[in-house]
């Protein structure tokens, strides 16, 4: 942790930050949510396609990414056969004249499958070949509105900013905190597990959270805001050591970017990536997936931006960690014992600079450890989830891994620039309530175990 960057930092970009308009906070914090878009961008020359009446308007539209970013987009909203005669996703960089003829450039169409214990479809439609740094239009068939997004840049040459959070539910803190998120215009939205809270029982509670992210999540002008999810206990029937078929309703959106397993990584270009965890809901924590996120980190060892994403944290900051065995008694596990068994030391070794974790309810900032140890050079554990969910978590002065704790519901905002990482949290008003900064991790400084 460099106080002196952190200074600096909120000196700078973050006094202009912490203005009303850039984090959305105060006189409008009650405004509703930014509205889908119902006419053409005012770029756009001629007279609207899209109209507010668009027949068709899916109410739980939203993007997601099976791969790179940069280049692909995937489309998904969950509905009925035939509600809309033309399925097909039409793409544009533009919405000119050939556009408006009904010719677009691009289209895809989508696979269609069960949307489980109901009538329901899901559609998905995979844009690929995408050029970066873009920005696309597109409709679905000849009668929804024209909805915007923007692919990711090929390079991290101007400021990379997401936002991440976890256990979010359906309340209205839990929307409240979406019009905020979304006002901070983040490239993407990291959900780091229990979405919903539908139990892997609860389509009406699935549904609901769906409908909320895609009513809520709009950035300025109009662009929609993609999510990339990580599996947490509560979209699972059982919660943990289940099979892929007790998370029905995650898997049936989601199955696009984990196919096999409950974790993956994806990659930004060469610049971020997200290694995606399964804390042993559908996916033991050790074993498999433990080589997995050794070979995973081994082989982004010099990359600039490794995030790992977990649901249940390694540094709890509410529930207990068990305890170490002392004096003839056999130690106790606790919460995140599985991760500091098989998965910190990866962190320790390969440089991941920081690991986003949920699961506690709380606003977190540990200080950067390795091996569970204050170090400079360590690694920063930042959650604790509390997208809509709230407990009372432990202070830093009982727990001596923690540097900030407090109860509020909150999301964090991440800013990439450059060598630097701030990693800015904010309550469900939008004010800035911690900056946490953390540079790459120094190759060689730090000894961990072998
Ligand atoms: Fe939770
Ligand atoms: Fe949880």
């Known amino acids: 942790m460099s106080y002196p960057s952190r200074r600096a930092f909120l000196a700078s970009s973050l006094a202009a930050l912490a ?39 899916p109410s739980t539209l939203f993007l997601t990414w099976q791969r790179d970013p940069t280049t692909t987009m995937t489309v998904q909203w969950i509905g009925v056969t035939g509600e809309t005669a033309d399925t097909r996703v039409y793409c544009s960089t533009a919405v000119g004249v050939s556009e408006r003829l009904g010719l677009w450039p691009m289209t895809a169409t989508p696979k269609i499958k069960p949307y489980p214990m109901t009538d329901f479809k899901v559609f998905r439609a995979e844009l690929t070949g995408l050029q970066p740094d873009t920005t696309y239009y597109f409709r679905i068939g000849k009668s929804s509105p024209i909805y915007n997004f923007r692919t990711m840049p090929a390079r991290a040459t101007n400021t990379i900013s997401f936002i991440s959070g976890g256990d979010c539910g359906v309340n209205s803190h839990a929307i409240a905190n979406n019009i905020q998120a979304a006002r901070q215009d983040p490239m993407f939205a990291v959900v780091g597990g229990d979405l919903g809270y539908d139990n892997g029982k609860s389509v009406d509670i699935s549904l609901a959270f769906i409908r909320n992210y895609s009513k809520h999540m709009i950035a300025p002008g109009g662009r929609l805001i993609p999510m990339i999810p990580c599996i947490g206990n509560h979209e699972v029937d059982g919660g943990y050591g289940k099979k892929r078929e ?151 002065d009982k727990l001596t891994h923690l540097a900030v704790t407090s109860r509020d519901y909150h999301l964090s905002l991440h800013r990439i620039q450059g060598q630097e990482r701030f990693h800015i949290a904010l309550d469900e008003n939008g004010r800035v309530m911690d900056v946490g900064h953390s540079g790459q991790r120094t190759k060689g400084l730090v000894q961990v175990k072998e």
């Open 19 to 57: 203005g009303a308009r850039a984090l959305g906070a105060d006189a409008d914090s009650k405004a509703g949510p930014a509205t889908k878009p119902s006419t053409l961008p005012s770029t756009q020359p001629t007279a609207p396609l899209a109209v507010e009446d668009a027949a068709f308007q």
């Open 246 to 396: 007790k998370a029905p309703f995650y898997y049936a959106l989601f199955d696009g970017l984990f196919p096999d397993t409950g974790y993956n990584t994806l990659d930004f270009g060469d610049y971020l990536s997200l290694v995606l965890l399964d804390t042993g809901h559908t996916s033991e924590i050790g074993g498999e997936q433990a080589s997995w996120l050794e070979n995973q980190l081994k082989a982004r060892v010099d990359h600039p931006n490794v995030f790992a994403v977990n649901h249940v944290p390694a540094y709890p900051s509410y529930r207990k960690m068990g305890t170490t065995a002392e004096k003839g008694a056999p130690a106790k596990a606790g919460t995140g014992s599985g991760n500091r068994q098989h998965w910190c030391p990866l962190f320790d070794k390969y440089r991941v600079p920081v690991v986003l974790e949920h699961h506690d309810h709380t606003f977190k900032r540990t200080k950067p450890l390795i091996d569970g140890m204050a170090n400079d050079n360590g690694v920063l554990y930042l959650g604790d989830g509390s997208w809509g969910r709230l407990r009372n978590p432990n202070t830093p």
